[in-house]
């Protein structure tokens, strides 16, 4: 067992080097992140002029709300893990995992963890700059339940983004180029990810829709419990549904895995 846990902390520790090198690209990628954040701070400022409250909370609430969400993006939000896996399976280093008693996906989201933990420590610098300007606007709730409940939901919103993109990878096996799937992904992410707005501003029909939806517990879930955007009993509850699409989605990369790897030996041999 513990022979088996070596090799993916050994995966881990390559991929945070290489993460490492790269430092000043995701220190680069923080600094324009301001910029978006910059206008959601003019656009929203605007939206509240004349309005103390939207939707039940207030200018500072809806912008902590964004800028927890800045933060999550780089602590938990696959970036580019869906083209990595493609580019191994269209190059044929796909093989090498098969020949070594190696968990392909526990090797990617070894790797995964590491860039996340470099791209989200990293994104702290940016914020430190900014903090003079934007930490009067911060107000976060002190419930001692909000951090027993949202660790987790970090933790399971991480697994969803990375099996996603993870799933999006494996369709190489069928598909040469993925780019359509991964970009109509991402517009969808953006809409009911809450990345534009905070979900609870939507008609309540369609945000009683969008709960049982992946998308809702990449990042918009996290946030919410974090930012006092939700309730205790809400969360408790979105915690098992997100739990299910964990599930859900680890048993369809499997499948996707098992049956794109017959596609491929069929193909090769």
């Not at 324009?32 to 003019?42: D, R, T």
């Not at 879930?221 to 408790?236: E, K, M, N, S």
């Amino acid at each position: 067992m513990f022979s088996s846990f070596d090799k993916y902390r050994q995966a881990f520790l390559v991929g945070l080097q290489s993460n490492i090198v790269y430092r000043w690209n995701f220190m680069v990628r923080g600094f324009f992140s301001l910029f978006h954040l910059a206008v959601v701070f003019i656009l929203w400022g605007a939206a509240f002029a004349g309005a103390d409250q939207i939707g039940g909370f207030d200018l500072k609430q809806t912008l902590t709300y964004f800028v927890t969400l800045l933060v999550l993006q780089f602590f938990i939000s696959a970036f580019n893990e869906d083209y990595q896996i493609s580019e191994e399976i269209r190059n044929g280093l796909i093989n090498q995992f098969l020949l070594k008693p190696i968990n392909y996906f526990l090797y990617r989201l070894s790797i995964f963890v590491a860039a996340r933990l470099v791209s989200g420590l990293l994104i702290f610098v940016p914020l430190l700059v900014a903090y003079p300007v934007i930490g009067d606007t911060l107000t976060f709730p002190h419930d001692p339940w909000r951090l027993a409940v949202g660790i987790p939901a970090l933790l399971m919103s991480a697994l969803i983004q990375f099996s996603i993109a993870y799933c999006f990878g494996l369709l190489t096996f069928w598909f040469l180029d993925i780019q359509g799937f991964v970009i109509l992904s991402m517009a969808i992410e953006t809409v009911l990810g809450g990345q534009m707005f905070p979900l609870d501003l939507l008609p309540a029909w369609i945000y009683r829709t969008a709960q049982f939806l992946p998308f809702y517990y990449q990042m918009y879930f996290p946030g919410a419990i974090l930012t006092g955007r939700t309730d205790q009993a809400a969360a408790v509850q979105g915690l098992g549904i997100q739990a299910c699409w964990v599930i859900a989605l680890l048993l369809l990369n499997q499948v996707l895995w098992t049956r794109g790897l017959r596609r491929h030996t069929a193909v090769g041999g």
